[in-house]
């Protein structure tokens, strides 16, 4: 059940964010430009209720800007340029990585499903969508249930243990999740097929999608950033 003390936004208001996220990462925008977004989403983020994610990105950024304007502004060695391109790199990511995480929160798979339905999208783009989606939590789970059966056995998953032993590490791990990667898929497809996503007709949905106040605020602003960054006002 979400959390109605907090703003939720519409899908779509959220993948335009992701969107703007990765132009501002692929058009290298400028510095002020990407501190003024970084604002934004976590502003957005603390809206949506993920305030200690929200504190801990920001401050990240904030502290890799200050490392490469303080220390490492000007390259003076092999050293100083990896470090130097390790902190930008990082820095560069974090808006999408933002964007990202609020992208996901509060939202779930069936919501998506429901926007990009209404964005007309075709099946070919929403079904390995849905199987992404299902797959990665299945296998993070399977692999905890592996884990926690070989821990049972005596046998533990560490660094040292598959050096000595890596035939064992394949018997005991890595056949086993090779061969839950493939009925896990197998059974993801047919669920989504049987479900009827594979039907070429109007598809109905339970799940009502709407644009609200906060989303046309939220595109609005993102509008507005949009039109700074390109030179268009101010």
Known sequence: MKNNRYIIF?????????IFAS????SRANPSMELI????ITCLLCLSGSIKKAMVIFMSYIVLVFLTIQFFHE????????????????KSL????????FAT??????????????WHMPN?????????????????HDFKSIRQAMKFRGIYLSFSQVVKHPIQTMEYFLVPILKQVDYTAQELSATALVRGLGY???????????????????????????????????
Not at 127 to 132: A, D, K
Request: charged share 10%.
């Open 10 to 18: 519409d899908p779509r208001s959220k993948l335009v964010t992701v």
């Open 75 to 90: 390259i003076t060695g092999v050293l100083s340029a990896i470090i130097s391109f390790i902190l930008v790199v990082y």
């Open 124 to 140: 070919f783009l929403i079904i390995p969508f849905i199987v992404i989606c299902r797959f990665f939590p299945t296998l993070r």
């Open 200 to 234: 070429e007709g109007q598809h109905t949905s339970v799940i009502s999608i709407k644009l609200k106040i906060q989303d046309y605020l939220l595109l609005a602003s993102l509008l507005v950033l949009l039109l700074i960054e390109g030179g268009v006002i101010l």
């Open 23 to 26: 132009l501002i990462l692929i």
């Open 105 to 118: 929160q509060n939202t779930s798979v069936g919501e998506w499903v429901a926007a990009m339905k209404k």
């Open 94 to 101: 974090l808006p999408p990585v933002a964007a990202g995480m």
């Open 37 to 40: 977004f970084m604002v934004f």
